[in-house]
């Protein structure tokens, strides 16, 4: 059986651990903790170090999701889990434009280290302040060609499942 490692990563509160609990069929792993920086204006824990989790995809292929931390004084991290990646997954909050800065240095940080297929998930898009895709993108400085953009709801297994999808069949494209 074939393992697809995939990087979920974004910046603080764009729901990564939370994609990843929608889908996994095992409990998911995490390394939440209280936070005590400014994710705390955002949430009252925060991963420290990864989330885990598990989905049959196929009969043929699995697909192991690794969470990253948004933090950057995590950035350890953001190495050691894109390193082994076949992909991932940059989600960024769509109402929330000061997060759009750290989303682009996530992205600056992985695609110096690795050049694997990629998509930017759009999250929070139903809020009231929420951002079109197309000026996030120009935000986080993406031109044409530029990564596929999905709109998503991280609580909701088929939003989810259908990112993964996209994903994977952008990864069978670049083959």
Wanted: glycine content about 4%.
């Amino acid at each position: 059986m074939e393992v697809m490692r995939l990087v979920i990563t974004g910046p603080v509160g764009a729901g990564k651990s939370t994609f990843i609990r929608s889908v996994s069929e095992i409990e998911a792993v995490d390394t939440d903790r209280w936070a005590t920086d400014e994710a705390a204006a955002l949430k009252s824990k925060t991963t420290v170090a990864l989330d885990f989790g598990r989905l049959q995809f196929t009969p043929e292929m699995a697909l192991h999701l690794y969470g990253t931390p948004g933090q950057s004084r995590f950035d350890f991290m953001w190495d050691v889990l894109i390193r082994l990646a076949h992909a991932y997954i940059l989600l960024v909050p769509a109402n929330r434009p000061a997060a759009f800065r750290n989303a682009k240095l996530i992205y600056r940080f992985m695609s110096e280290r690795v050049a694997v297929p990629m998509l930017v998930g759009i999250t929070h898009a139903d809020c009231e302040d929420a951002w079109a895709v197309e000026d996030i993108a120009i935000a986080l400085g993406f031109t044409h060609p530029r990564p596929p953009f999905v709109s998503l709801n991280a609580m909701e297994a088929q939003s989810v499942t259908q990112t993964l999808m996209t994903l994977v069949s952008h990864c069978l494209q670049t083959v």
